[in-house]
């Protein structure tokens, strides 16, 4: 069963911008935190930014702090995530998930957690 699409990604250059979008197609998202995760080539996933339900806060990894930003749309059931100066090693496959565990500022993936299929982005000139 799909729970997300995800859509947005491509090939960029150094210094440009993407924005990656994903609806939830079987729950309504406005009662849950929401986050993006990223896997590089040969690395482990990491968590890159997310939104938390209870403060409408975001919290972004120090990798990328300053440069992306999540925030959601409940009317669409969509999260977004947009990334600005982007650089080489930005360059993965970025999945969107939730609900999520927000918990003093770290996202976290939890059992119920449900994931988008991922889209890929290469920030390359």
């Known amino acids: 069963q799909v729970h997300f699409v995800e859509s947005g990604g491509g090939l960029v250059q150094p210094g440009g911008s993407l924005r990656l979008s994903c609806t939830a197609s079987t729950f309504s998202i406005e009662n849950y935190s929401l986050g993006w995760f990223r896997q590089a080539p040969g690395k482990e996933r990491e968590r890159v930014s997310c939104?938390?339900?209870?403060?409408?806060?975001?919290y972004s990894a120090d990798s990328v702090k300053g440069r992306f930003t999540t925030f959601r749309d409940n009317a669409k059931n969509t999260v977004y995530l947009q990334m600005n100066n982007l650089k080489p090693e930005d360059t993965g496959v970025y999945y969107c998930a939730g609900p999520i565990l927000v918990i003093q500022g770290r996202c976290s993936p939890i059992q119920s957690t449900r994931w988008g299929q991922g889209t890929q982005v290469t920030v390359s000139s």
């Open positions: 939104i938390s339900v209870a403060d409408g806060n975001t």
